[in-house]
């Protein structure tokens, strides 16, 4: 079975799989959960393993191996590798079982091009809501980012990460466009794991929340011009952070 972190030790990761009928001792969860359940379990359970490098780029195992680790059945695993191999993070070999997709920082300078697009989209129609619907967003990034900056206050680079994720997801989960947010999330995971590789690499990130405050109040004023101008801005200042650093450290694959 995983535990936390890492693919040793015989306790199943709760992190990775909450509420696992395995921590009671339950060896068919299939007993006590529908099949779509089970499937979305397995989905974000291995989806998370992968993000957090429990499975590491390069990491080769069968369905029943992985399913074996993450404390399920082998069913919903096989359900759920299709759906991760449909968002490249996964890559089904005949015969030889399931691998873990290695991103290169070529990989990552595409991935960077594509947030920029769709997150400067997601931020011009946020500006382009009426007052009633988009200051109540404003609200909601501004609290994101004001739990960025009490990280930063503390060192805390963990929590920056994950209040600096927060904002970027509320930025396009409250645009509006259900399409745009499921292509955007499906390419940050695959960037995910370059984020958390850099994140003691480069300076502390101290420029992000102005940054993410001009976001926050060029959609409070509805003004789109800007509200698109600084999103880009801001990615395209983390990519050009990125992707040198990457290569500096001789990061061929992820």
Partial sequence: MLACKHLRGIVPCAEFFPGNPMMLGVTDNSRVQPKSSLVDDAYRALKEAIREN??????????????QKLGMSRTPVHEAVIRLQEEGLVRVLSRRGVIVCSISPEDIREIYEVIIALESAAAELLASKPPSERLPIAAELESANAAMENALQAD??????????????????????????????????QSHRARIITLRLRPKPVDSVPQH?????????????????FTKAHRTAARDLVVPLLAQYGMKFL
């Fill in 54 to 67: 429990a499975f590491p780029p390069g990491y080769q195992g069968s369905e029943m191996e992985i399913a």
């Fill in 156 to 189: 805390d680079l963990d929590a920056w990460a994950k209040a600096d994720e927060a904002f970027h997801r509320l930025l396009v989960e409250r645009c509006g466009n259900r399409r745009l947010a499921r292509m955007l999330y499906t390419i940050i995971d």
């Fill in 213 to 229: 405050r001009r976001i926050v109040e060029a959609i409070r004023a509805g003004d789109v011009a800007a509200a698109q101008g």
